[in-house]
């Protein structure tokens, strides 16, 4: 009897299990790579803010003018495309705190952080189905490093021009990585 009881909870409880998993993994691949392109350039800008404002750059090399004086010149470090592209580098690194989800709310797509900025678990996961797939997430990583790779110029010139929320300024103007049809709530 026991034993019995005992199996039909473990039964109940994996069957729970399995509907906090969305049923439809099926996602499109164009809307998951416009949620990394927003994301990956959210961790990136809360990067860039924590560079010290203060701290100056030597930029442009020392080169002689008419005179035979050096010139040089120097940039707050979160202009400095050298910094700039030290932070970019590393940025896909954080997408392996991200999982893929749907909101219970409205079944739209997105990539939840695991954990908070403040280093507790995210206050969103009873809102969300998360969607288990294949690859444990490493497509997240995979999308942000090409993103990363191919608009690396792009992205360093928004930074150093000070562009206001850079992340959709760059994933649906600039880059059209998020298209209107793919993310039509944002619009």
């Not at 026991?2 to 906090?20: E, K, V």
């Not at 010290?52 to 050096?70: Q, S």
């Not at 150093?160 to 760059?170: L, S």
Request: proline content about 2%.
């Amino acid at each position: 009897m026991r034993a019995t009881s005992l199996f039909i909870l473990l039964i109940s409880c994996s069957a729970a299990l399995a509907q906090s998993f969305a049923a439809d993994n099926r996602i499109d691949s164009k809307e998951l790579r416009c949620l990394v392109c927003e994301k990956s350039l959210e961790e990136l800008t809360k990067e860039v803010e924590q560079f010290d404002p203060d701290k100056k750059v030597d930029v442009g090399g020392y080169t002689l003018d008419i005179d035979g004086n050096y010139r040089h010149k120097s940039v707050p470090q979160a202009k400095s495309e050298l910094a700039l592209s030290e932070a970019i580098e590393g940025i896909c690194d954080k997408m392996d705190n991200y999982i893929r989800a749907k909101w219970k709310e409205n079944g739209t797509l997105t990539l939840l952080s695991m954990i908070s900025s403040e280093g507790t678990m995210s206050p969103d996961w009873s809102n969300v189905d998360i969607i288990q797939d294949d690859d444990l997430n490493k497509s997240l990583k995979y999308y942000c490093e090409g993103i990363m790779e191919e608009h690396e110029e792009d992205i360093i010139k928004l930074y150093q021009e000070e562009h206001n929320d850079i992340p959709k300024k760059f994933c649906f103007k600039q880059s059209n990585l998020c298209s209107k049809h793919v993310r039509r709530e944002e619009l």
